[in-house]
């Protein structure tokens, strides 16, 4: 059964920091692995998808790669803002299904 | 496009009552999915459709919990009897098609079951 991980489980940082996230799944037959972010009594906003033939995507101020055969994922963020104030999850897709398997979030704080 | 739109956006009911969560996916999109977040489980996929077809319902928690999805553009979740245990935020998403594609979601409907 897949199980998806994600630490730290709440982060507060500084504005202007670099931070990683980090994401850690079970089984390494995923078909792809998604970044969400969610804002407070919001639905989940998708911010990158990497395949499993890939090893990174950058969009903006936001890079992810992947690691399948450790079974690790991080999304890097660079120079944070307030804005980026949210709870971040990771999600996988399995091999053979269409369901997304997610992580259990990082909840983070950008103060200025 | 608006998105995809979840109706009612927050539900107050008594436990034994009906309750009714509706959704409208972004058009032209095949798949849609309905999940269930709460504290102590996270996220979880409850069942998800292809065409109007439900594809797999194994996240369903039990049988007081049923889907359907009439037509390309309209999907109910509805749950008959609530419980208090089944009180949680219900989102839908859609996705062009399924595996390897951004899913969109919804603003979600928050579910209180007295």
């Known amino acids: 059964k897949q199980e998806v991980t994600q630490i730290p489980a709440a982060l507060s940082v500084p504005e202007g920091e670099n931070l990683v996230l980090n994401c850690s799944f079970t089984?390494?037959?995923?078909?792809?692995l998604q970044w969400f972010r969610q804002d407070p009594g919001k639905g989940l906003t998708s911010l990158l998808l990497?395949?499993?033939?890939?090893r990174e995507q950058t969009s903006g101020r936001l890079n992810a790669s992947l690691d399948k055969s450790s079974g690790r994922s991080t999304l890097y963020i660079a120079a944070s803002q307030p804005g980026d104030s949210a709870t971040y999850l990771c999600?996988?897709?399995?091999?053979?299904?269409?369901?997304?398997?997610f992580g259990t979030g990082t909840r983070l704080q950008v103060f200025p | 496009d608006a998105g995809v739109i979840q109706s009612p956006r927050h539900e107050v009911t008594e436990m034994g009552q009906e309750v009714t969560l509706r959704c409208k996916p972004i058009?032209?999109?095949?798949?849609l999915f309905w999940y269930r977040q709460t504290m102590m489980r996270g996220l979880e996929l409850l069942i998800y459709?292809?065409?109007?077809?439900?594809?797999?319902d194994s996240g369903m928690p039990e049988d007081r919990f049923s889907a359907k999805m009439p037509n390309a553009s309209f999907s109910t979740l509805k749950i008959q009897p609530s419980e208090p245990r089944d009180s949680a935020v219900y989102f839908c998403?859609?996705?062009?098609?399924?595996?390897?594609?951004?899913?969109?979601f919804g603003p979600g409907t928050r579910l209180l079951v007295l």
């Open positions: 058009s032209g999109h095949d798949y």
């Open positions: 089984d390494s037959a995923i078909y792809n």
């Open positions: 990497i395949q499993s033939s890939q």
């Open positions: 459709f292809n065409n109007n077809v439900p594809i797999d």
């Open positions: 998403a859609s996705s062009l098609s399924g595996t390897g594609e951004t899913q969109y």
């Open positions: 999600a996988v897709i399995r091999w053979g299904t269409d369901k997304l398997i």
